[in-house]
Each structure stands twice: as C-alpha cells, then as structure tokens.
C-alpha cells in the first residue's frame, strides 16, 4: 500500500509542520478524503506497532520477572536448605551433648553405687531369724553363699511368701544386673511394714534407684533413712553428701 501523502502526514503526525502549514493540513482534511484516509491508515499503523512494542517489553518483562523468580525461589531454596542443615547440625549437638551428660552422670551414679553396694553376708541374718526356714529358702541362701545367684533365685522363687527369701532374692537380683526385679522385691518387703527386712530393703533400694538413674528417689529414700534409727542412717547421710557434688 502506498500513501500519496506520507511525507505530509508522518511530519503531522510528528509535530513538523509550520504553523501556517498545519492550518492547510487540517483544511485539506475536511475536503480530500484521500488524504484523510491515508491519515487514518497510518494512525493504526503507528497504534498496531505501539501494541506491538509493548508486547515486546511485556514479555521482556515476563522473562525477567520469570528469571528473577526461579533466581528467588533458587535462593530461597538454597537458603532453607542452609537453615535445615544448621538445624540438623545443632540438633546433633544438643542430642551429643545430652547424651554425653547423661554419660557423665550415669558413671558417676555407677562408680557411686559400686563403692557403696557390697555382698551381704547372709549369716547374721539367718541365726538372728526366729522362723522356720522353708527347704528352698536354705538352699536358696546356701546358693547365694556360693554366688550362684541363677540358682538362689530359683529356690527363692519356690517360697513366694517368705520375706528373707525376697531379700535375698532382691540381693540376687542385683549381683546379676537385674535391678527392676530387685526393686520389686525390695519395694514388697517394705510395704509388708512388719518384719525385720525393711532397714536392709530400704538401704538396697536407694542403691537401685541410684543405679538406674532414678535419682529422685533414690534421694527421697536415702533422705528417710538418714533420718531413721537405721543401721545404714551414716552411710545414707555419707552419700546424700556425695550425691550433691
């Protein structure tokens, strides 16, 4: 398509033409229909590229922001992952720390109960009783002499009322590391409250609760028999004292 005009309307278009010019311009406007159409064609031509100029920038804009949008979620990404691993690494640290104190503490709880638990003579205990021994309790006891302590739990077990038979069950139970079953055995002798055990089974239960870590007890009932008339009311005090530093 050629304009006859074009040179007359780019400079309207433009803003070049004179002012006296101008003025024929928009008079030959009302009166050329030629020049009129033309005009109208080229206005759309300058609008389609307007419309296409700013697609462009559009879809620069689009490619930036998309750009700018994967570089954000790449540092957003990068940026969690760094937070994740010193989240990882500091809980590793506080979970090594925990556990090397809880280490800590269970080997001095440990080193604590060995100087303080030694092996019963179980003599002094059965010519000072005043009952009739049952069969299995004897060869219960005589089994614990030896330290066959598998053995002497077997016969005790046969004289499930017997009250020496669950200390020295208890008794049993410690030198062979089982100090649930001991406590169990200790903690029936004592809530029996009548027999010639309890100062025994109270000193010994202290001394599995401080090997099982279950140091709130063991103080509580260290705290008690330090306070009793017991025959382990110093060595309860001693300890109490240890306990502390």
């Not at 229909?33 to 033309?38: H, K, S, T």
């Not at 001095?108 to 638990?117: C, D, E, T």
């Not at 049993?172 to 079953?181: A, G, H, R, V």
């Not at 009311?233 to 306990?243: P, V």
Request: hydrophobic share 40%; net charge negative; charged share 25%.
């Amino acid at each position: 398509m050629i304009m006859k005009h074009f040179d007359l309307i780019y400079k309207f278009v433009h803003g070049e033409l004179e002012e006296s010019e101008l003025w024929e311009f928009r008079k030959r406007l009302s009166s050329d229909p030629i020049l009129a159409r033309e005009l109208k064609q080229f206005e759309q031509i300058i609008q389609t590229n307007k419309q296409v100029e700013k697609l462009d920038v559009l879809d620069s804009l689009n490619s930036i922001h998309q750009r700018n949008e994967q570089s954000v979620i790449k540092t957003l990404f990068i940026g969690y992952y760094k937070v994740a691993a010193a989240a990882a690494i500091l809980i590793l640290m506080t979970f090594a720390t925990f556990w090397f104190i809880q280490s800590k503490i269970h080997d001095a709880n440990s080193q604590l109960y060995a100087a303080y638990f030694s092996h019963e003579n179980s003599m002094f205990t059965v010519r000072s009783s005043t009952a009739n021994m049952e069969l299995p309790v004897i060869q219960g006891i005589q089994y614990y002499e030896l330290k066959d302590f598998s053995s002497a739990v077997e016969m005790f077990e046969k004289a499930p009322s017997n009250l020496l038979a669950k200390l020295y069950g208890g008794l049993s139970y410690m030198e062979l590391d089982e100090f649930d079953k001991a406590i169990n055995q200790f903690q029936q002798i004592i809530h029996h409250n009548d027999n010639l055990f309890i100062d025994q089974s109270e000193w010994y239960l202290g001394l599995c609760y401080l090997k099982t870590n279950k140091l709130n007890e063991a103080r509580l009932l260290f705290e008690k028999i330090s306070l009793d008339n017991s025959i382990y009311k110093t060595k309860a005090q001693k300890l109490l004292k240890e306990m502390k530093n």
